[in-house]
């Protein structure tokens, strides 16, 4: 009696378990079932003349063996067969009145089968049920990548972070997903995208990330209903994670400014965006199809005075006033990375010719004379010309190209020599 009261109770816990792990009832039903079945056949062979029917209302089982009733004597596999007298005289369901060549229904008491049969079950059961997690935890997190999630900082590794999130699945936050200046203790929570889910030998891990653009995105929506109602469109993000960042916003109705939406009375929505990206830096501009007026936005603040743009190759000559190079390219180059980010656009600055209109030279003609890595180094900084350079204040060629004072000497005076020649 206590083996039976042992399987049921197991099949007891078990339905309670798949309540708990978001299992269907009809999942859980054919699991069990599917268990049954698999130590039915270890331990007759077969499985094929058994059936299982599972009362999932009482929390057991019933088996039952269908056997072939042949002539006494006759019994060649009593897996499938059973001889007239014992169909007749079955103990536990007697059949006096079946005959040779009729089917002989016997009752399977699995309990009686042992300790070792019933651990067996348990098992292959706690097998099954754990295979299904997971493909529920992969099917659930692989339809939210991109999405934002929350989670408490469980534990903190050299390499990455381990989250919990609210029903304490497992999220993994490594190093390189992290914004350069996010410092976390021990149950902090934790605000990320899923950058991705992956499934190596049928166990999910879950990444997610706080450099994604994708997380701004999110907490945009999350911040401005005006985009989570859809009166607000994002068109386009770029990030370079706690420092600076771009978005472009649209608007369907004319009567809401987009970019005013999206800031705040006195910044109070972009302010809790901000903060939360650890002090980033966020400009939000207004997005035109016009692919001029777009980057003369995301060049923003400084202003263009002339563009040169090649739609097919992507490629955007941008002419400012010397005062005006500095905005443009921003602080270590930031300005300029983001805006062709944005845009989609390879943008070079350049400074106006000069009034007297004397022709510049590019510096990949200096090659002879100039290291490749230095022209490099200048054309990254937005200087993609002699004159540019010239016009450039020595300290910030030094500075922002980050080059030694001897090369950026040196440099000068190749340039300067040209144009006295």
């Not at 698999?38 to 063996?65: H, R, T, W």
């Not at 501009?285 to 743009?309: D, E, G, H």
Request: hydrophobic content about 40%; overall charge negative.
């Amino acid at each position: 009696m206590a083996k039976k009261e042992e399987v049921i109770d197991m099949v007891d816990r078990f339905s309670e378990f798949k309540e708990l792990k978001n299992i269907d009832k009809t999942t859980m039903i054919s699991v069990l079932e599917e268990s049954f079945r698999s130590v039915l056949a270890k331990m007759f062979g077969s499985d094929e003349n058994f059936d299982v029917i599972m009362n999932p209302d009482k929390g057991d089982c019933e088996i039952y063996q269908n056997l072939e009733v042949v002539p006494d004597g006759e019994v060649t596999d009593p897996v499938k067969q059973i001889s007239l007298t014992d169909a007749q005289n079955d103990p536990d369901d007697p059949d006096p009145d079946c005959e040779v060549g009729e089917d002989h229904t016997k009752k399977i008491d699995f309990a009686k089968f042992g300790r070792r049969a019933i651990l067996n079950l348990r098992q292959t059961l706690a097998s099954k049920i754990l295979d299904l997690q997971k493909d529920a935890i992969y099917s659930k997190f692989k339809e939210m990548e991109g999405e934002l999630v929350s989670g408490e900082v469980y534990q903190l590794w050299k390499k990455e972070i381990l989250l919990l999130d609210d029903d304490k699945n497992e999220l993994l936050l490594p190093k390189d997903q992290q914004i350069p200046s996010d410092f976390y203790r021990k149950g902090e929570t934790v605000r990320a995208v899923i950058e991705r889910v992956d499934n190596h030998n049928n166990n999910p891990k879950i990444i997610v990330s706080r450099t994604s653009e994708n997380l701004l995105r999110r907490l945009f929506e999350l911040e401005v209903p005006e985009i989570h109602d859809g009166l607000i469109v994002i068109r386009a993000v770029a990030r370079i994670p706690g420092e600076r960042a771009k978005i472009a916003v649209e608007s369907y109705d004319d009567r809401i400014d987009p970019v005013g939406a999206c800031v705040g009375v006195k910044g109070a929505r972009i302010h809790g965006i901000v903060r939360e990206l650890r002090n980033e830096n966020i400009d939000v501009i207004n997005y035109t199809s016009n692919p001029q007026l777009f980057i003369q936005r995301a060049l923003s603040p400084a202003k263009i005075s002339s563009m040169r743009l090649d739609e097919e190759t992507k490629h955007a000559e941008v002419f400012l006033r010397p005062e005006e190079v500095s905005l443009a390219i921003g602080k270590g180059g930031l300005n300029i990375k983001l805006a062709s980010r944005l845009t989609g656009y390879e943008i070079d600055v350049f400074r106006d010719l000069d009034e007297e209109g004397e022709e510049d030279i590019y510096l990949d003609e200096f090659k002879d004379e100039i290291e490749s890595w230095i022209i490099e180094a200048l054309k990254d900084m937005g200087c993609a010309t002699a004159k540019a350079v010239l016009n450039t204040p020595r300290e910030a060629l030094i500075e922002q190209a980050d080059l030694e004072e001897d090369t950026v000497d040196n440099v000068i005076a190749i340039l300067k020599a040209e144009f006295e020649d």
